[in-house]
């Protein structure tokens, strides 16, 4: 059940030494690419990072929230091209939480690293500075990071009594 996963689901930032293998690779990229896009236009670039000495470099893509990306197994620069639709952002974001939900499925932690509109340092943006790391095309955008591992730490899912029921209204906003 989706329901159960989401009810433990966390977001992971420590993790141990050890790769994930070729199958559970082959599985997260399987499940981003079959995230739905608005028009099933499907702009998405995933650009999947192993390599440890760009691992160590997409962790310093921004002063803060990234700095765990230097202790994944694996990081998937979820970009999206933005010459193909007007709602990149959409279809990237929807991408980026199926990446983050299956890693949890299959036993794997995860976090989201946002880049969008995220500054690197007061002379760049984060996207200007991955696009130079990466080789990014002009017109390929970078919504998030995933840093993907097995995890170190065990957290509780959110208990329910912590939920925003309160931010639900039935019918008129405000009526709840
Ligand atoms: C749009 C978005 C951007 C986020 N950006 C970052 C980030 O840059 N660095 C980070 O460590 N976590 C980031 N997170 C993870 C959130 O901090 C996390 O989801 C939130 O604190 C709730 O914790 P939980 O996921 O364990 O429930 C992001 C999450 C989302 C949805």
New binding site residues.
Partial sequence: MLLELLQK?????RFQDTPVSQEHLDKLLEAALRSPSSKGINPWEFIVVQDRKTLTKLSSA?P???T?LNNVALAIVVCADTSKTDVWVEDA?IA??ILHLTAADLGLGS?????RK?EHDTQRSAQEYLSEILGLDEQIMVE?IIGIGHPVEE?KG?DASSLLYGQVSYEQFGRR
Wanted: aromatic share 10%; glycine share 4%; net charge positive.
């Fill in positions: 689901r966390r977001s992971i930032r921004k803060h929230g990234a765990f974001s980026s939480i976090c989201w690293v946002q880049i995220r998030a957290k959110h």
